[in-house]
């Protein structure tokens, strides 16, 4: 069993890149690609059989994408030769006439040797790197760990995705024709702990690499206690290499000589993505992976339904994807969730799968008469909806019917079966309107409850209840609501445990809300909306109601967050922030964009916390040519972020600020 979802991984791992460079594919051909690779997938696994001890070198050579060479993405037809290059003046990189007799110097290796690290997010420990750089080609560098399964088959799928990304820089298809710096760069991965295969909250997440050099070689070495350290310092050593225009035409270069040590200063580096309001598809979703694991994010919040449509396809309850999917083309099968499971796992990275209840119900919902449940949500898709809900259409669970806590149970199974994850829970739990609920239920119910906080306070213990249950009778040890009126004072203390449950505090940074829940004991999670939600700022999207959140979250106003100094938080309570993209307004077209470079200056901040000027709260230029190189580094990787600023600016340093 344990082979096969190494088989799987691998073959995951090949069909992402393999499907990222055949975008234009037809439906046709991709099927038969599938079937293909089903086919290798399975000559792949008898090889494997009888290599099991074959080390990570030899399994290597078996990839047939290390050896692919790489679809030329740009030809380079240049109309006359480059004018400008750039001389490190000690502060900058300053650009310069290229003058003959003198070698140019291409702006990347001036700013990879130029005082500024380029590392993102900057690492938590010392750093310290040469200043001398050396060209090679991909085809030069081996892998060597002798770590044992399960974290022996993570580091190979790590290792060729960090193979890929180094493919990801390259411009010209022959550039291996071109003699190198370097004979060869020696990669050695060591793991002290090699059975953590999954990611917990205390999993060390740290890592030790150093790059040294001897005449014609390179030696990396990344010592790490689990598989994810070593991933995130393969991640580190990625961003040592980059595609030096100048050398040639074209040639991969590295620094020779460096030390990161590095830790995360958060346990919990969070992004929540909505693909109820606008559905996106698996690969869009990948997509998001691949830019959170080049960002050292480690959870991805997947709010999956809303009152708007509920694709996830539940293999126990599958009437909710049928009646409450936008279209049976937009949805998420189990075997889709299973597939972004492993391949967020080798990316460092895992999935907290939210279905949003008792508000946030609507469709999907419906089904209940027909099975003789009864009605399992009241006020679905009511008018006029500013009366029962914060956006149309409206819809909240039904607490009076008692099959509703049944199918909750049903459904977190599912959730749980899909995901496999059980430190880790989001139960919902926001914007609850109480008049929807006045307006529906019964004259008994009304008659119980004098204040229906207290109907809500009892739906949520008999939710929680019921992911017990589902749990085969065990608590989950951190149970994620969002806050909301429950989670304030008196409510809170009389329906949360504070051992196991956590909040995450979205409202505003200047409300008491985060401030109230640290002094109660409660451990939170941030998501302040006026700092965090990268929705807001694209205007309204209805005539009535109020417009979303204006303003835009400036990618500095995202960076510049820091509530557990600014409001005097205390830090060990805060398990980690989390960015949201809530998506009445997006969808995969724009996705991207949204989420970078914003996403990634939240990355750092989570990292590492870097210090601010708390009286000016300006950024220094580090920080903006970092992110630049960060956001450039996405863009090879495919993904297709908002700019930063003037092209110019990125051209001549320390002019723009
Ligand atoms: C790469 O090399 C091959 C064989 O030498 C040649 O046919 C091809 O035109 C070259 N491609 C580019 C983009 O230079
Ligand atoms: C790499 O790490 C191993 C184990 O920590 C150590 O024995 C070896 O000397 C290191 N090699 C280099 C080149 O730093
Ligand atoms: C760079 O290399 C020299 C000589 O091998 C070594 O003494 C020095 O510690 C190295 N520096 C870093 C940052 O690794
Ligand atoms: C939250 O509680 C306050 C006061 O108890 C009340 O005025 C407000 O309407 C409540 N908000 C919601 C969304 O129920
Ligand atoms: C809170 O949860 C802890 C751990 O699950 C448990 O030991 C404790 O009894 C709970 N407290 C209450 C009041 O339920």
């Not at 995705?161 to 411009?171: R, S």
């Not at 396809?313 to 949805?331: C, E, N, W």
């Amino acid at each position: 069993m344990k082979k096969n979802i190494s088989i799987w991984l691998l073959c995951e791992a090949i069909l992402y890149e393999d499907h990222k460079r055949g975008l234009r594919m037809k439906h046709y051909d991709l099927k038969r690609a599938l079937l293909i690779f089903s086919l290798f997938c399975i000559i792949f696994f008898v090889v494997l059989f009888w290599q099991q001890n074959s080390s990570v070198d030899e399994v290597a050579q078996l990839f047939p994408v290390y050896k692919k060479v790489p679809l030329i993405r740009k030809e380079r037809k240049l109309s006359y030769q480059p004018q400008w290059h750039w001389h490190c003046n000690g502060k900058h990189c300053e650009r310069q006439r290229i003058t003959a007799g003198v070698p140019a110097v291409s702006l990347w290796t001036c700013s990879m040797s130029c005082g500024s690290t380029q590392l993102w997010p900057q690492p938590s420990g010392p750093v310290t790197l040469g200043s001398r750089t050396a060209t090679f080609n991909h085809e030069q560098m081996v892998f060597k760990s002798e770590a044992r399964d399960p974290a022996g088959t993570l580091i190979r799928h790590a290792v060729e995705i960090f193979k890929n990304k180094v493919l990801d820089y390259v411009q010209d298809v022959n550039y291996t024709a071109h003699e190198t710096d370097v004979g060869k760069i020696l990669v050695h991965l060591h793991v002290r702990l090699p059975d953590v295969a999954k990611l917990r909250l205390d999993t060390d997440e740290s890592y030790h690499l150093t790059v040294k050099s001897k005449t014609k070689e390179i030696y990396v070495n990344i010592t790490a206690n689990t598989f994810f350290g070593v991933r995130h310092g393969l991640e580190t050593l990625s961003q040592l290499i980059w595609w030096d225009e100048y050398s040639k035409n074209g040639m991969l270069r590295m620094i020779k000589n460096a030390s990161v040590k590095d830790y995360p200063a958060f346990p919990y580096r969070g992004l929540m993505l909505d693909t109820a309001r606008n559905y996106m598809s698996v690969d869009t979703l990948k997509r998001v992976l691949v830019g959170m694991s080049a960002n050292k994010l480690n959870i991805f919040h997947w709010h999956i339904s809303d009152s708007q449509s509920f694709p996830l396809i539940l293999p126990r309850l599958p009437k909710f994807a049928k009646v409450g999917s936008y279209s049976p083309d937009m949805t998420y099968s189990p075997e889709d969730v299973k597939d972004l499971v492993l391949f967020a796992l080798v990316r460092g990275i895992r999935i907290v799968i939210e279905i949003d209840t008792p508000a946030h119900a609507g469709s999907g919902w419906t089904w209940g008469p027909d099975e003789n449940m009864g009605e399992l949500a009241v006020c679905v898709n009511k008018q006029p909806w500013m009366l029962y809900c914060g956006e149309p259409p409206c819809g909240q669970v039904n607490p009076d019917n008692p099959k509703v806590y049944e199918v909750l149970e049903t459904l977190y199974k599912d959730v749980l079966d899909m995901t496999k994850e059980d430190e880790l829970f989001h139960i919902g739990g926001d914007e609850v309107n109480l008049e929807c609920w006045q307006d529906s239920l019964s004259v008994a119910t009304q008659k119980k409850y004098g204040d229906f906080h207290d109907l809500w306070g009892d739906f949520t213990l008999k939710a929680l209840d019921s992911l017990k249950k589902a749990n085969g009778g065990k608590v989950i040890p951190y149970v994620l609501v969002w806050s909301s009126n429950l989670t304030k004072r008196p409510y809170v203390s009389k329906y949360f445990n504070k051992s196991n449950i956590v909040v995450q505090s979205w409202g505003s940074s200047q409300w008491p809300d985060t401030i109230d829940l640290i002094q109660d004991g409660y451990k939170v999670i941030i998501s302040h909306v006026d700092a965090w939600y990268l929705d807001c700022g694209f205007g309204r999207w209805r005539e009535t109601g109020d417009a979303a959140c204006d303003p835009y979250r400036t990618w500095q106003t995202v960076y510049n967050h820091r509530p557990w100094i600014q409001q005097g938080i205390n830090k060990k309570q805060v398990m980690g922030g989390e960015i949201c993209l809530w998506s009445e307004q997006v969808d995969e077209t724009s996705v991207d964009a949204r989420l970078w470079p914003r996403g990634a200056a939240f990355a750092e901040r989570m990292w590492s916390d870097p210090a601010l000027d708390m009286n000016t709260f300006s950024i220094t230029e580090d920080v903006y040519l970092r992110l630049n190189s960060q956001r450039d580094r996405l863009v090879a990787k495919g993904l297709r972020p908002e700019a930063m600023w003037p092209q110019w600016c990125l051209q001549n340093p320390g002019m723009c600020l």
